[in-house]
């Protein structure tokens, strides 16, 4: 799998390591590459702006494999991140992930699959108007607006799933099936309310918050989906980005998750032998 990797330029020496962000494209699981980063996207400003080190998989599309490879994609570019933090110039104690669309919802569902492994520790989460609910909500069910409708979304999960769509599908697949929410990371989105995604992000932040996990989204009434990407130029767009990269910024202040360490991770296999005890 090819991995994107953007880090800011002239870093002094003294400057310290910058914090990680494993950024998914969007594109409804179907469609997208890893090079949308560069170009149309979030994560850019948060390397030119912040100093951030992101880092964009090219995980494989439904048309490619359905789910579970986009989500196992992104889950080995996570570990990559922790694995080779030193050499990335990022702190391990700072993996941030996010995405716009697709990208938001497998970010979602990169943290569930994350704290349900125990292999490592997501700091924060910036899943934008997510992709999480299979099933129709208020918003999605009869949806005309641009670029996403009802018609496309179903058609998309129905790719995504699989053999799955018909059937039981767990919250990797869609994060809006998930039960248990705590002990996630600290979230932030927006959305607005013309789109098909408006209800499901809503539902999204409310149950992290129900479950004690600190969590905001901001709503833009009259917007459609990705309407910062595609007219950014709109006061409603730029005010969307500004309050986007403060949420980010607050983050990298004050959001830390410790990796854990051997020890713990040995004991979190299943019929592994007890650790040694430390001298």
Not at 12 to 36: F, K, N, R
Not at 220 to 247: M, N
Request: hydrophobic share 40%; aromatic share 10%; with cysteine.
């Amino acid at each position: 799998m090819k991995l994107l990797i953007l880090r800011p330029d002239g870093r002094g020496e003294g400057e310290g390591p910058s914090t990680g962000v494993l950024w998914m494209h969007g594109g409804g699981y179907e469609t997208g590459t890893a090079g949308m980063v560069k170009y149309l996207g979030r994560a850019r400003s948060l390397v030119l702006k912040y100093g951030a080190v992101v880092l964009s998989p090219e995980y494989r599309l439904s048309g490619q494999a359905p789910y579970p490879a986009a989500l196992e994609d992104c889950y080995d570019a996570l570990l990559y991140m922790k694995n080779h933090a030193d050499a990335l110039g990022i702190r391990s104690n700072q993996l941030m992930v996010g995405g716009e669309s697709a990208g938001g919802g497998l970010a979602a569902a990169l943290c569930m699959c994350a704290r349900d492994r125990g292999e490592v520790r997501i700091a924060y989460q910036m899943p934008l108007y997510p992709m999480l609910d299979n099933e129709a909500t208020d918003s999605s069910r009869d949806n005309h607006a641009p670029v996403w409708n009802t018609r496309r979304n179903n058609r998309a999960w129905k790719k995504y799933l699989g053999g799955l769509h018909s059937g039981e599908v767990p919250p990797y697949a869609a994060a809006a099936r998930q039960k248990d929410y705590a002990g996630l990371p600290p979230a932030y989105t927006f959305v607005g309310d013309a789109e098909p995604f408006y209800c499901e992000t809503l539902a999204y932040i409310e149950n992290l918050k129900r479950a004690g996990v600190a969590a905001n989204v901001d709503v833009y009434p009259g917007c459609f989906h990705a309407f910062d990407l595609l007219l950014p130029f709109l006061k409603v767009s730029r005010r969307a980005i500004r309050r986007f990269e403060a949420q980010y910024c607050h983050a990298a202040a004050h959001c830390f998750a410790e990796q854990p360490r051997d020890a713990e991770l040995q004991k979190a296999k299943p019929g592994a032998a007890p650790a040694a005890p430390e001298a």
